[in-house]
């Protein structure tokens, strides 16, 4: 289990059924991946990441069609963690919505939910702070 051994695929075919497991073992819960299909389908792009044949990381960028896009979901596996992998994840989707805003001419900004935990690890990839707003209804 090395990083070195990691390969990352943009926009890949994922079988959702490991998405969902990949997301019990990180975040806990269930997840049988039957709702990722949906999600999926409007996503501007996703990046996962794979050792052999396991998928050990994942990242969504959703998209309201206009300039905005969104840094969604980003999940590594915990037996992976603190390797680079979640790092990788989020560059090369940063790299796949801006060659998405290429082919649109639309995206301008790609947005990340603040955790203070991560915000290192979200300046590290090239995010800076900025003061937002947000209701929760659930």
């Not at 019990?24 to 050792?51: C, F, I, M, N, Y």
């Not at 998928?55 to 300039?67: E, I, Q, R, S």
């Not at 979640?86 to 900004?109: F, I, P």
């Not at 995010?127 to 929760?136: D, H, K, N």
Request: aromatic residues 10%; charged residues 20%.
């Amino acid at each position: 289990m090395s990083a070195d051994s990691v390969s990352y695929h943009v926009r890949a075919e994922i079988d959702l059924a490991d998405l969902g497991k990949l997301r019990e073992a990180a975040w806990g819960g269930q997840d049988d991946g039957a709702w990722w299909k949906p999600v999926l389908e409007r996503s501007l792009t996703w990046v996962t990441a794979h050792d052999g044949e396991a998928l050990v990381g994942f990242v969504n960028v959703a998209w309201d069609g206009g300039v905005h896009a969104f840094l969604l979901d980003t999940t590594v596996h915990p037996d992976w963690q603190r390797r680079g992998i979640g790092t990788q994840l989020v560059r090369r989707a940063a790299e796949a919505a801006q060659t998405g805003a290429a082919q649109t001419g639309k995206v301008e900004w790609l947005h990340v939910d603040f955790e203070a935990h991560l915000s290192e690890f979200y300046a590290g990839c090239g995010f800076q702070s900025t003061a937002a707003g947000l209701v929760r209804w659930k």
